[in-house]
């Protein structure tokens, strides 16, 4: 295992409902960050965080909400999605960002599926 | 912009043969390069990166990948194919005069018949 854990594997959600996925790492790491995959697409960088600061946002939608209360959890608070939301995302973390040169470390991903 | 291609969405070889998974990217300064694997229903797992030095890079399971600045060209290598070795392998690259983010490549799987 990679050190990362995220809970749930999977999830089913309707558009209206409100859900979390959550996000754990245990190698002392000092950023983590969030991704979507989709089939047949690169991994879409969604959010970083660097000891429990926002650094990035890549224009996702408001619907998605990260929260990082410290550096060993993160958090992705979902409301009101859509159908095109469906896909696998991944948590990650990594040392630190600011030389660029360290690599990231994955969780198994929440399966979200989005009816 | 920072981009990475990997111009194959499959590769198939037998055990025992020797596989090549390619990789080009583009940046505007001095790249570093990574590959990561990804099994069914797993996250992605690291496999090398090439930061600087040597161009020729070792990393798990045997795989290996060879730096070209002159093509940008940053292809994985195996000598001896695994049957395990079936997966999905991405390719990423990050500038580091460009910030955070790690470019991904949209991912080749590669495919090891017995």
């Known amino acids: 295992e990679t050190g990362v854990t995220q809970t749930p594997r999977h999830l089913v959600m309707g558009m209206t409902n409100k859900k979390s996925l959550k996000c754990e790492q245990h190698?002392?790491?000092?950023?983590m960050y969030w991704y979507k995959q989709s089939a047949k697409k690169p991994l879409e960088l969604m959010f970083v965080?660097?000891?429990?600061?926002?650094?990035e946002n890549n224009s996702v939608p408001s619907r998605f909400s990260p929260e990082c209360p410290n550096s060993s959890h993160l958090f992705l608070h979902l409301h009101t999605l859509q159908p095109e939301d469906s896909a696998l995302y991944l948590c990650?973390?990594?040392?630190?960002?600011?030389?660029?040169?360290?690599?990231?470390?994955f969780g198994p991903g929440t399966r979200l599926t989005v009816t | 912009a920072q981009s990475v291609a990997q111009p194959e969405d499959q590769v198939n070889v037998a055990e025992g043969n020797p596989l090549t998974v390619k990789c080009t990217y583009s940046?505007?300064?001095?790249?570093?390069l990574f590959w990561y694997v990804q099994y069914p229903n797993r996250g992605l797992q690291f496999l090398l990166k090439?930061?600087?030095?040597?161009?020729l890079v070792k990393g798990s399971y045997g795989f290996e990948a060879e730096f070209n600045k002159s093509q940008t060209s940053f292809h994985l290598k195996k000598p001896s194919a695994l049957v395990s070795d079936s997966a999905l392998y991405f390719c990423?690259?990050?500038?580091?005069?460009?910030?955070?983010?790690?470019?991904f490549g949209k991912g080749t799987t590669l495919s090891v018949s017995s």
């Open positions: 990423a690259v990050r500038d580091p005069q460009a910030g955070t983010a790690l470019i």
């Open positions: 190698l002392g790491h000092n950023a």
């Open positions: 940046v505007s300064g001095n790249p570093y």
């Open positions: 965080y660097s000891l429990e600061e926002r650094v």
């Open positions: 990650a973390s990594s040392q630190d960002i600011g030389g660029s040169s360290y690599e990231q470390y």
């Open positions: 090439y930061i600087t030095g040597d161009n």
